[in-house]
């Protein structure tokens, strides 16, 4: 296909999604489903440039008007690209905030963490995310794992910090391969596993996964238990949780029991899990519209929505207790902030230092004190957040 049709298709699919507030990987899958006359090829090449352009969005925007293009999607082409060797230097006399794709109060508010590191992080948010594996290691050692997809030419690598990760640098579809099918591996970023890694449950552990979703943290914990706990896969949300029992049969897991909308209001759990609702402001790099979309008021609502969260599900963890928070987000008034104000409400948890623990877990990062930030720029992982905090006996 001409290169004209190919930026004309981006361009149209660029529009749907900034329209909807689905997810753009689900309008991408959507589009090209009614579009059967596209090949793989382009395919990849519209996809790819479709979430470029948003990724880069008001800075492909500000290409756009400079050079007097047709629309967003030529100048992220332009930006990307550059075929013929456009002068784009005079990108760097732009607001900072814009060079590195950002609100500036998004990235004001990340400063409080990051400092004058914070628009690298922001910078490291507009590239594209790999997609990484979690072996089941009590299926497959993950040398055997990486062997196998390395003999059939997929590009991959060990991850750098979790010990279950795979690192995926093509582009392919793995989820009808054998080692998916079988459940062997499981699609998790590799900051997202240290979630559970951050748990570090024992083969007893009785353990609720709060916001279990579609169950990605409780088969990891059920991983980690071999098998052998009890554990409670909880969400108010039912379309995402009714895939944690398919997924369980997938992987050969029998300890999970999955409860949609209960109550569980006395100290019952050695270990409550809360991976709280939050903005997604760790996953714009798959989730790009969401930092533009977001908004100062609508950030302190999900911090006010996660304390409340954190403070009911507190109750189920018992004298001794562990309870871990964790979100998706780069914000502090989601992570830090949240944290802070549960311990000073709740004098009856302390923080519980998680150097100890991952150096335990063989997990390959340095940490201090109670929590953990992860991003891009100093880890290449989505931006997560967790928290390891303990009930007085």
């Not at 589009?31 to 470029?52: C, E, M, N, P, Q």
């Not at 990891?220 to 909880?234: F, M, P, S, T, W």
């Not at 790099?285 to 969260?309: E, N």
Request: aromatic share 6%; proline share 5%.
């Amino acid at each position: 296909m001409q290169l004209t049709s190919l930026l004309g298709h981006a361009a149209e699919l660029v529009r749907i999604i900034r329209k909807s507030p689905q997810p753009g990987d689900a309008l991408a899958s959507e589009y090209f489903r009614s579009k059967k006359y596209l090949g793989a090829t382009d395919r990849r090449f519209i996809s790819g440039l479709v979430f470029h352009t948003l990724r880069t969005l008001v800075l492909s925007e500000r290409v756009a008007e400079r050079l007097g293009l047709a629309d967003v999607v030529h100048g992220a082409y332009v930006l990307r690209d550059n075929p013929d060797n456009v002068d784009l230097s005079w990108i760097s006399e732009l607001p900072i905030h814009e060079q590195v794709c950002t609100q500036e109060w998004l990235l004001d508010a990340t400063r409080e963490r990051w400092g004058d590191d914070a628009p690298q992080v922001w910078r490291a948010m507009m590239d594209s995310a790999p997609m990484v594996l979690r072996v089941n290691l009590r299926r497959a050692s993950r040398d055997r794992v990486l062997k196998q997809l390395q003999s059939e030419n997929i590009e991959c690598t060990l991850g750098a910090i979790s010990p279950a990760a795979i690192v995926v640098h093509q582009r392919v579809n793995l989820m009808q391969h054998p080692l998916y099918l079988s459940g062997i591996v499981e699609v998790q970023d590799e900051g997202s596993q240290l979630i559970g890694y951050a748990a570090a449950p024992d083969e007893h552990t009785r353990i609720l996964d709060a916001c279990a979703g579609a169950g990605g943290k409780t088969l990891h914990l059920a991983d980690l238990q071999n098998d052998h706990g009890k554990l409670v896969a909880h969400d108010i949300a039912w379309p995402r949780l009714k895939e944690v029992s398919k997924r369980a049969a997938r992987a050969g897991v029998r300890s999970i029991r999955v409860e949609h909308n209960a109550t569980f209001d006395r100290p019952q759990f050695d270990m409550v899990v809360v991976d709280a609702p939050c903005s997604g402001m760790g996953t714009v790099r798959r989730l790009p519209m969401a930092k533009w979309r977001l908004q100062p008021d609508v950030a302190a609502r999900h911090g006010a929505k996660q304390l409340a969260i954190l403070s009911q599900y507190a109750g189920a963890v018992a004298p001794g207790g562990v309870l871990i928070y964790a979100t998706c987000s780069i914000l502090p008034t989601e992570n830090e902030h949240v944290v802070s104000a549960f311990l000073t409400s709740h004098p009856e948890f302390v923080a519980d230092d998680l150097a100890p623990i991952m150096e335990r877990m063989n997990v390959q990062i340095q940490t201090t004190g109670h929590t953990l930030q992860c991003d891009p720029l100093h880890h290449s992982t989505d931006g997560l957040f967790v928290a390891r905090m303990r009930r007085s006996e």
